[in-house]
């Protein structure tokens, strides 16, 4: 197969969700002496980006993009089986820490947040709900994140949000985090009160925004 051929393939097996495919296309690709980053690049991660698209549409759901990423994976596991750690974290759009903030015990939003960050390639921390803001920052230290995103589904558990932000401040390492926040009370008014750098309304919509800050800050 040429290579364009194999990145073709390799986004088809995304689109199509078939890890089968995405494993014999990801050997193809190394026994054709391909770039394995090129073809994360230009084929798995362009397969994502469909997949994204037609989630934002509503004509695919949580299930497909959970199928979706684990041909990813299943991809790039084979791809970058030979590659430095700093060669793997390369590939990786950016690391980010999901929780849903102390006091608070619903996650469905925050996973549907989740299966869309790993969708296009984000290293996720999920530390599940409820969780200490002490413990959001600890381990936002200890992996080295670039994006704290925390969920609030009440109004009384809205001020943990702001209780992060402050901590991070008080332990003089607020610059070194994207802090993103949402939930159904929460609002972008909120968000700017607060001092974080971003709200997002939706799954999709904090996948754009992570992408674009990242991009800023790098920049």
């Known amino acids: 197969m040429t290579k364009e051929e194999i990145y073709e393939q390799l986004k088809t097996a995304v689109t199509e969700m078939d890890s089968d495919m995405a494993e014999e296309a990801a050997n193809a690709a190394l026994e054709t002496g391909l770039d394995p980053l090129e073809c994360i690049s230009e084929g798995l991660s362009a397969g994502m980006q469909v997949m994204s698209d037609l989630f934002d549409e509503g004509e695919a759901f ?67 709900r409820d969780v200490p803001v002490e413990e959001v920052i600890k381990q936002a230290e200890k992996n080295s994140v670039d994006i704290i995103a925390g969920a609030a589904l009440m109004t009384t558990t809205m001020p943990s949000q702001r209780d992060e932000i402050k901590l991070l401040k008080e332990d003089g390492i607020r610059d070194k985090y994207i802090c993103m926040y949402g939930g159904a009370p929460v609002s972008a008014e909120w968000c700017e009160s607060i001092g974080a750098d971003a709200y997002a309304d939706t799954a999709t919509e904090a996948v754009v925004i992570a992408k674009k800050l990242l991009a800023e800050k790098s920049a």
């Open 62 to 128: 949580v299930p497909e993009l959970l199928m979706a990423a684990e041909a990813f994976e299943s991809a790039t596991g084979i791809l970058t089986g030979s590659l430095s750690d700093e060669e793997k974290a390369s590939v990786k759009e950016g690391k980010v820490i999901l929780h849903t903030v102390e006091g608070d015990i619903h996650d469905i939003g925050k996973n549907i947040v989740k299966t869309l960050f790993v969708a296009n390639n984000f290293e996720v921390f999920d530390l599940g």
